[in-house]
Nanobody
Framework: QVQLVESGGGLVQAGGSLRLSCAASGRTFSSYVMGWFRQAPGKEREFVAALSWSGGTTFYADSVKARFTISRGNAKNTVYLQMASLKPEDTADYYC????????????????WGQGTQVTVSS
């Protein structure tokens, strides 16, 4: 059974940085795509970033490009989202997701989801 557990959320001032972690377990993820999504209050869940585990290919939403970085950790089955130059509009619940299909920004392309971690950016 695949489990994804996010951590690292919190309150940060605008312009600050935060690193989210996603610990994945239950499978060998070498052929998976890992993604981060977010959902702000009253809005739909949206794509943030994705990483192909084996090849290291990355893909970002335009709204976070050059500010956020998705990466694999040295620890087994860990994915990070390094967030810099945070803005109040980045405030949302952030979710880690795993896909057995190709790299994608579509919610329906992901098979497994974590419970989310909250990020609040104050102005």
């Amino acid at each position: 059974q695949v489990q994804l557990v996010e951590s690292g959320g919190g309150l940060v001032q605008a312009g600050g940085s935060l690193r989210l972690s996603c610990a994945a377990s239950g499978r060998t993820f070498s052929s998976y795509v890992m993604g981060w999504f977010r959902q702000a209050p009253g809005k739909e869940r949206e794509f943030v970033a994705a990483l192909s585990w084996s090849g290291g290919t990355t893909f970002y939403a335009d709204s976070v490009k050059a500010r956020f970085t998705i990466s694999r950790g040295n620890a087994k089955n860990t994915v990070y989202l390094q967030m810099a130059s945070l803005k109040p509009e980045d405030t949302a619940d952030y979710y880690c997701a795993a896909s057995t299909r190709g790299i994608s920004g579509a919610l329906e392309g992901y098979d497994y989801w974590g419970q989310g971690t909250q990020v609040t950016v104050s102005s």
